[in-house]
């Protein structure tokens, strides 16, 4: 189940505890046009999405936001206020519930 694009970007900058105000400032983007971005009025162009990508902060997300996959051992990471759901319920160390 893929989250759309709107979406994922509204993840990511809560999971980094920031305004779209402060997101846009950071990554030299028009505020307006970020929040074009977060709600779905207009796609992110890939220029934005570089841009974005680029920026140490958010290379984590990098390989969730366009295919939907994590990698941890590669530091590809969800954000952490993703819902995109558990694919273990237990630990496998402890074999205790998990979430």
């Known amino acids: 189940m893929s989250i759309e694009q709107r979406e994922k970007l509204k993840l990511i900058r809560d999971s980094e ?3 779209t105000k402060q997101l846009a400032e950071l990554l030299g983007i028009n505020y307006h046009t970020w929040h074009g971005y977060e709600s ?8 934005a999405g570089m ?7 958010f290379r984590k ?6 295919f939907d996959e994590i990698d941890t051992e ?3 990471i969800a ?6 759901g558990q694919e ?9 519930k998990t979430g």
Not at 40 to 47: A, D, L, T
Not at 61 to 66: A, K, L, P, S, V
């Open 17 to 19: 505890r920031l305004n």
């Open 74 to 76: 590669a530091g590809q």
């Open 88 to 96: 273990l319920t237990k630990s496998s160390q402890s074999e205790k």
């Open 61 to 66: 997300y990098r390989d969730w936001f366009m």
């Open 51 to 57: 841009k974005l990508f680029k920026h140490p902060r």
């Open 79 to 84: 954000p952490a206020l993703a819902h995109i």
């Open 40 to 47: 779905g009025k207009s796609k992110m162009p890939m220029e």
